[in-house]
């Protein structure tokens, strides 16, 4: 009977192990991560300091692919084959959740990690902009009062503003930041300027949405890509544009560009966090509750973050806002406890 007892614990650690051995993958002993690109900075020093802990530790694999394309990634499936993180500029959608779901990564942990703000900036020798949130959703919306949006200059927009052209360099479609400038900047300023947009949005959200967050292809706006550091670049060799881009990316590059004023509030760590600020956002990771078991140091990368998180830590010095105490306690309370997020109240 010595000889079946000791199959059966094999392959019990074996299926135990393979919670991180999908797809022929084989076995995987460094952490792996996906998505935003404003929260890979982040996710990057703590993966610095992880390997610094323990020298001996596989350094993990930060990718930066945007947030949709990183949920894509995400929630593919478990196991070696697919990522253990997803660092997110947004909350999950209730469809990506469902995509996690049908793909066995029904557990997942949602981690606020801080906050953001979607800062509009501009080169250090630019026309010094001041803008509101309907100077820019009728700058780079779709169409404003329902026609295709011809604005070709500033002063189109608002007979205040300089006589420059209209170029925003920005996020694609799949970056979390891009559906943060649409939600936070583009549909504020679409209330404001479209007599029907409030009544939309109580009688049908999802036409209010196509209405309000739809960005002109004409030029206007130029998809710039997941590099941050490319729009500062950008910003550089052309200071009549402005740029999109996360608060962090903005306080790195202080000496370069200057934060554009939104609604008379400059986008600073104190306007972000007392929420003051039109484009203030929580960050978030997300990791497969399946994975905690399987990959090895995962948990301790976790606590790693929950340890440089707060107000004058690293991550603050690199452009993080702190979440508020009671936030930055109950993201602490998920990782100890491990607690899945419950799907019920995800946007849709």
């Known amino acids: 009977m010595r000889l079946p007892c000791l199959l059966a614990a094999m392959f019990a650690l074996a299926a135990c192990h393979d919670q991180a051995n999908g797809g022929g ?4 002993e460094q952490i792996t991560a996906v998505g935003s690109s404003t929260v890979y900075p982040f996710t ?44 997110a500029s947004r909350r999950m959608k209730a469809g990506e959740y469902r995509d996690c779901a049908a793909h066995g990564a029904a557990e997942v942990l949602e981690i606020p990690i801080g906050i953001d703000g979607i800062a509009f900036a501009e ?21 404003p009062g329902g026609k295709p949006n011809r604005a070709r200059t ?35 300023g679409c209330d404001a300027v479209e007599p029907q947009a409030r009544a939309l949005s109580v009688r049908d959200p999802e036409a209010h949405h196509l209405l309000c967050t739809r960005v002109r292809d004409d030029g206007a706006y130029i998809d710039a890509g997941e590099n941050d550091n490319l729009i500062v670049q950008k910003l550089q060799a ?19 560009v200057n934060g554009v004023t939104i609604d008379g509030v400059a986008p600073t760590y104190d306007a972000i966090a007392a929420d003051r600020y039109p484009g203030s956002r929580p960050l978030y990771i997300y990791v497969k509750k399946a994975h905690l078991d399987a990959i090895p140091g995962l948990r301790h990368f976790l606590t790693l973050y929950a ?5 004058n830590g690293p991550l603050t ?9 009671a936030v930055q306690a109950q993201a602490r309370t998920i990782i100890t406890r491990e607690i899945p997020l419950d799907p019920a109240h995800l946007p849709s």
């Open 123 to 143: 080169s250090k020798r630019g026309p010094r902009m001041a803008l509101t949130t309907a100077d820019i959703y009728r700058a780079i919306g779709a169409h």
């Open 238 to 256: 052309n200071p009549d544009a402005l740029g999109v881009f996360g608060y962090s990316y903005l306080e790195e590059n202080r000496q370069t």
């Open 25 to 28: 993958a084989g076995v995987r």
């Open 317 to 325: 010095r690199r452009g993080l806002i702190a979440s508020p105490a």
């Open 154 to 188: 500033w002063r189109d927009v608002n007979p205040a503003l300089p006589a420059i052209p209209i170029q925003v360099y920005g996020p694609p479609a799949t970056s979390g930041t891009r559906d943060a400038l649409a939600e936070l900047i583009l549909m504020r």
């Open 307 to 311: 340890a440089n998180w707060g107000a």
């Open 44 to 87: 990057t020093i703590i993966a610095e300091r992880f390997v610094a802990a323990d020298p001996e530790a596989k350094a993990p694999v930060i990718e930066s692919t945007g947030t949709g394309a990183g949920m894509k990634l995400f929630c593919a499936g478990i196991g070696a084959g697919h990522p253990d993180i997803e660092n």
